[in-house]
């Protein structure tokens, strides 16, 4: 499990722009926000990397790199880059399995019949310090939830405003 306030795993995974995102190579003003779906067959997946995309400016604005990742491979990942109306919101993919478990992330494995990958992480938000350290983690076994933008915007703002402290520290 990863601890609030501590430093983060390293990720060195492909983009669909065909470059890389190297997460140690992150140099944001404030923070790194890393959302991990479930990938291409997941349409609550869908709905939120839209509108996390067109809302991505909003982020940025704040000084603050948001990278969509997850275990897809690249055809499943070209897929969601080409078909799915995410504005430039970068998408990392090629996760491993033991990759997403550093992150604390639930792993599920395929539906019989689905257009499910083998396995598969379920969704999770991070937000990194420019150091790479955790301060902010939400992690979910299934699809249905996920973190209200102008909530999240909002506490961002609070937090950078206040110099509002990592919670969490004593896990």
Not at 86 to 111: C, F, N, Q
């Amino acid at each position: 499990m990863l601890k609030p306030g501590e430093k983060t795993p390293d990720i060195d995974l492909p983009l669909t722009i065909d470059a890389r995102f190297h997460l140690s190579k992150q140099e944001p003003e404030n923070f790194t926000m890393l959302v991990f779906y479930r990938g291409k067959h997941c349409p609550i997946c869908k709905n939120y990397l839209e509108e996390l995309g067109g809302r991505l400016e909003d982020f940025t604005n704040r000084g603050i790199n948001v990278f969509a990742i997850s275990m897809d491979k690249e055809d499943r990942a070209m897929h969601v880059d080409s078909e799915w109306n995410t504005h430039d919101l970068p998408l990392v993919y090629d996760l491993g399995e033991d990759e997403a478990r550093r992150w604390g992330l639930y792993i599920s494995e395929k539906r019989e019949g689905s257009d499910e990958p083998e396995v598969f992480s379920e969704p999770g938000l991070f937000l990194l310090k420019p150091d790479m350290t955790l301060h902010f983690a939400e992690t979910q076994n299934a699809p249905f939830t996920r973190p209200d933008l102008d909530q999240l915007l909002e506490g961002l703002d609070y937090t950078m405003k206040n110099d509002y402290p990592t919670r969490g520290t004593l896990t």
